[in-house]
């Protein structure tokens, strides 16, 4: 499907998807404050249309936000979602350690998030290859053992 | 790292734009490498000095220090 979206609609296309489906979850749960809702969605379209206006900037932001980054400018982004990733993690532990010292029972979110981030990270190493690492390759032919190197 | 991408783009008289064209990367990344300040990836290396008619060694000396940095 993705490949039937032109590049630079596609990330507005997803802030817009994403809000309107919070947008209508708001709408779901009632209660006085379901006005609210069409405000999320306003805010969110607004939000989309400004991301699709600088998405045609001449810059490292406009390349990411129009899905045409070169390799230093996905280097980048890929940076700054570590970044993000550190902040998540050091966040969520203080969250879980205050909420035990406390011992609140607010602490559980902090512990799912850091769980998650902690799979994510494992998942990570394991699909770029760590864990199918070979063995080094010290007997090949050009290194016999005890060679006069030895 | 010091490298000849300026030098040679400003010897052909091609713009920042035209080579970030050519090469089909972004004219900010053409400027971050003039400048040093990024190091290209192998296959990136590998074009930049092809397009030049250069190969690698020649095209980025990492004994060299960028002037200024």
């Known amino acids: 499907m993705k490949t039937f979206i032109r590049p630079r609609l596609r990330k507005p296309l997803g802030i817009a998807l994403a809000g309107t489906v919070f947008a209508a979850a708001w709408a779901m749960r009632g209660g006085n404050a379901w006005w609210l809702s069409v405000a999320i969605e306003v805010t969110v379209l607004v939000g989309a249309i400004t991301f699709y206006v600088r998405a045609g900037d001449d810059n490292d932001e406009g390349a990411l936000a129009s899905s045409r980054a070169d390799e230093r400018q996905k280097a980048l982004s890929l940076r700054s979602r570590a970044l993000g990733w550190n902040f998540t993690v050091v966040t969520a532990f203080s969250g879980v350690t205050a909420g035990t010292a406390l011992k609140a029972s607010w602490s559980w979110p902090f512990l799912v998030i850091l769980a998650v981030a902690g799979f994510g990270y494992l998942l990570g190493l394991s699909n770029y290859g760590v864990a199918e690492e070979e063995p080094a390759d010290d007997a090949g032919p050009r290194h016999p053992a005890g060679s006069p190197a030895t | ?69």
């Open chain 2, 1 to 69: 790292m010091r490298n000849r991408v300026r030098e040679q783009r400003t010897q052909r008289e091609m713009s920042q734009a035209e080579l970030a064209a050519s090469l089909g990367v972004s004219r900010q990344t053409v400027i971050s490498i003039e400048s040093g300040r990024y190091l290209p990836s192998l296959p990136l290396a590998f074009a930049i000095a092809r397009f030049f008619g250069l190969t690698v060694d020649k095209m980025f000396d990492p004994d060299e220090e960028e002037a200024g940095t």
